[in-house]
């Protein structure tokens, strides 16, 4: 029976590198994660195919060619802060946590939290801080960030979340409606530019809040 790293080994090799994820780094974290942790309910096959996983309250934990395409388009440094739109089971907060020197979670769902938070405790996470609340807006508080990343679909990234990047910062996120996104990168090149680029199609489950959706 094939075990869990094995498992992964797979993935990478057929669904990152194959794809052309060439970031060794990125590359490395998703070697190194135990993705069916963050999965519990699946099985190994499951937890490590080339699809979103159910991990209920209408949540899943995105795809992994999808979470590997946005970390590489981030262009995360060692010394990076990120802010990460949804925290959700954890996985893409785990994978974070090896590539960025400090990670800020936002998850709106208490129940999510409280097990992400156990799972990635278990693990030895300690460069993660959470809220609990609506990530539609970011965390104010906290900015600036080098990096910000959604893990659910917005219609747009508010100004108020844009103006939370450093100078130089990069912001990915889907962007579109409910069924249907585009992944965007938006960087901060000054006070007040934030040019866009439009990476190609995709489709997350959407983001809650007061700049996502209420139901």
């Given at each position: 029976?094939?075990?869990?790293e094995e498992w992964r080994a797979r993935m990478v090799a057929e669904q990152l590198?194959?794809?052309g994820i060439t970031d060794a780094r990125v590359l490395d974290a998703f070697r ?168 190609g199609g995709c489709i997350f489950v959407p983001l809650r809040g007061a700049f996502?959706?209420?139901?």
């Amino acid at each position: 029976m094939d075990t869990p790293e094995e498992w992964r080994a797979r993935m990478v090799a057929e669904q990152l590198d194959a794809r052309g994820i060439t970031d060794a780094r990125v590359l490395d974290a998703f070697r190194s994660v135990p993705r069916h942790l963050f999965c519990p309910a699946a099985e190994l096959s499951v937890a490590h195919g080339d699809h979103p996983v159910d991990i209920g309250h209408g949540q899943t934990v995105s795809q992994p060619y999808m979470i590997a395409w946005m970390l590489q388009e981030a262009r995360l440094g060692s010394g990076n802060r990120a802010l990460e739109i949804g925290t959700g089971s954890g996985y893409q907060t785990a994978l974070l946590s090896r590539l960025a020197h400090r990670i800020f979670s936002v998850e709106c769902i208490p129940e999510l939290l409280a097990s992400a938070r156990g799972r990635l405790e278990e693990l030895g996470v300690a460069n993660v801080e959470f809220l609990a609340g609506d990530g539609s807006v970011g965390w104010p508080g906290r900015a600036p960030f080098d990096v910000i990343i959604y893990s659910a679909a917005a219609p747009e990234v508010p100004d108020v979340v844009k103006r939370q990047l450093a100078i130089g910062g990069r912001l990915l996120a889907p962007v579109g409606s409910r069924m249907r996104q585009n992944l965007v990168r938006i960087e901060r090149a000054g006070e007040k530019e934030f040019p866009e680029q439009n990476l190609g199609g995709c489709i997350f489950v959407p983001l809650r809040g007061a700049f996502g959706w209420s139901d």
